[in-house]
């Protein structure tokens, strides 16, 4: 029996997919966290800078009456010598949150993954036709893979 399984407790969402270089700024696509208490975004840049990362926006209703607002203090820049950028954020207080990917020096983005834990109903599912397949192993046996 599987006492715990990210992929079973957890949605997985690419909400930016690649990009070609540039200096705008680029928004995730609206993550629902009507079913879960947590998130983490983990951005993939083509260049380490210090002045590229991505920040935190969150809305009570998509953007609708409630624009999207910056959480306080979610921006985080690479150091300059890694690509990747990893924020989470425990029970955000409205429904809805972006993520927005700063790129101040001209850089790619490989992609955006989004990570929604602490779901209240279990039932998740994550394959997603041509764009993520997903394999859970329990306990496996050594062999050709």
């Known amino acids: 029996m599987i006492t715990k399984s990210l992929l079973k407790e957890a949605r997985i969402t690419e909400v930016i997919s690649a990009t070609t270089a540039g200096t705008s700024t680029i928004a995730s696509s609206a993550v629902d966290m009507a079913n879960y208490e947590n998130v983490v975004f983990i951005t993939s840049l083509g260049t380490a800078a210090a002045d590229n990362g991505h920040k935190i926006n969150q809305s009570s209703d998509d953007g609708s009456a409630d624009d999207y607002t910056d959480l306080l203090g979610s921006s985080l820049l690479c150091n300059g010598t890694g690509k990747v950028v990893v924020s989470e954020v425990i029970r955000p207080t409205k429904r809805y949150v972006?993520?927005?990917?700063?790129?101040?020096?001209?850089?790619?983005?490989?992609?955006?993954?989004?990570?929604?834990?602490?779901?209240?109903?279990?039932?998740?599912?994550?394959?997603?036709?041509?764009?993520?397949?997903?394999?859970?192993?329990?306990?496996?046996?050594?062999?050709?893979?």
Do not use: F, H
């Open 98 to 145: 972006k993520c927005s990917v700063v790129r101040g020096t001209s850089t790619t983005i490989n992609n955006c993954i989004c990570i929604r834990w602490g779901a209240k109903t279990k039932s998740v599912t994550n394959t997603v036709t041509n764009s993520m397949n997903t394999e859970l192993l329990v306990s496996p046996a050594e062999g050709t893979a």
